[in-house]
């Protein structure tokens, strides 16, 4: 059943990914720090899809994102439960990579 108020809930919430995906691209190409605590604040919403997006976004740019959250932290703007599981994925991706890197020594 819609209501009255469907529509423009609808349209937050596509207004709203689409700034959070703005912001991304922004992130993920300059490391803009406004572009990157939108994703922060984004990291904090209600909305489970939103949340998902910011968190997604910030895995894929990796280190710029761990310092970013990690200044988060300090300041109190994230939790381990809005940002932790992103943390962790962000430490699993560069930890494959130092793995998956690794030659052995020539003797």
């Not at 932790?84 to 991706?93: K, L, N, S, T, Y």
Request: glycine share 4%; with cysteine.
């Amino acid at each position: 059943m819609q209501t009255e108020n469907s529509p423009l809930d609808l349209d937050d919430f596509v207004r709203d990914v689409h700034y959070v995906l703005v912001c991304g691209v922004i992130w993920q190409r300059n490391a803009d720090l406004v572009a990157g605590w939108e994703l922060i604040r984004a990291l904090n919403s209600e909305d489970l899809y939103l949340r998902e997006i910011a968190k997604q976004i910030l895995v894929a740019c990796g280190q710029p994102s761990m310092k970013l959250l990690e200044s988060a932290f300090a300041k109190g703007s994230v939790t381990p439960d809005s940002a932790g599981e992103c943390i962790a994925e962000i430490f699993r991706a560069q930890s494959r990579e130092v793995w998956t890197s690794w030659e052995q020594p020539n003797n």
